[in-house]
């Protein structure tokens, strides 16, 4: 079954710092991941996914993910990260039947004015 | 098109009672997903609809909880009797999806559950 791992839970930086967070996936199939965003009161927004490709995806709001296999990661990351992007992120993995996700744990971000 | 629409958007009520949630996906959207998220465990699955169809359940907490979907445009997630641990924000999500295939889940604005 697969899994997946988000190590940061809570990340605090100031606004134009840059932001990387972390995402490590267990799976033996085909490999599709997806970066959601979940901003203060509101619901489950995609920002990006991988499916096949260019490893380095882009996405909205100036977020890319890169997609290394030999590491079992895909990472988030932003040059330079605002208030307005102070959420919980949320990494993901599809199963093969491509119908269900697993998600991480989630990593709340802070960005401080 | 509204969206993921779920209903209520709080519900606070009081342990033992019968709680029903409520969700219409987004029309031409053949599969349905129950997530339930708490600080402590995240963002879990609890059960998967695909053409109205309980696909995977394995999810679900345990007997006290129970979802249908009596056709495409509307599902429920029930909980009885509830008890203070169920409470949580419970979202609803819904895709596209067909064989081996995959479109983005869209995500409901989700229903806030307090059992006192």
């Known amino acids: 079954a697969q899994s997946v791992s988000q190590h940061n839970h809570h990340v605090i930086l100031s606004e134009a710092a840059s932001l990387e967070l972390g995402c490590n996936y267990s799976?033996?199939?085909?490999?599709?991941l997806f970066w959601y965003v979940q901003y203060p009161g509101q619901h489950l927004q995609l920002l990006l996914k991988?499916?096949?490709?260019?490893?380095l995806v882009k996405g909205i709001k100036g977020f890319e993910a890169e997609f290394i296999k030999s590491k079992f990661s895909f990472n988030l990351r932003k040059p330079s990260v605002q208030w307005s992007d102070t959420a919980e992120y949320f990494c993901a993995v599809l199963n093969n039947a491509g119908n269900m996700l697993t998600f991480g744990g989630g990593t709340r971000l802070m960005v401080k004015p | 098109d509204a969206g993921v629409i779920q209903s209520p958007r709080h519900e606070v009520t009081e342990m033992g009672q019968e709680v029903t949630l409520r969700c219409k996906p987004i029309?031409?959207?053949?599969?349905l997903f129950w997530y339930r998220q708490t600080m402590m465990r995240g963002l879990e699955l609890l059960i998967y609809?695909?053409?109205?169809?309980?696909?995977?359940d394995s999810g679900m907490p345990e007997d006290r909880f129970s979802a249908k979907m009596p056709n495409a445009s509307f599902s429920t997630l029930k909980i009885q009797p509830s008890e203070p641990r169920d409470s949580a924000v419970y979202f609803c999500?819904?895709?596209?999806?067909?064989?081996?295939?995959?479109?983005?889940?869209?995500f409901g604005p989700g229903t806030r559950l307090t059992v006192l």
């Open positions: 991988y499916f096949s490709g260019d490893p």
């Open positions: 799976y033996g199939g085909t490999v599709n």
């Open positions: 999500a819904s895709s596209r999806t067909g064989t081996y295939s995959y479109n983005e889940q869209f």
């Open positions: 029309s031409g959207h053949n599969s």
């Open positions: 609809f695909n053409n109205n169809v309980p696909i995977d």
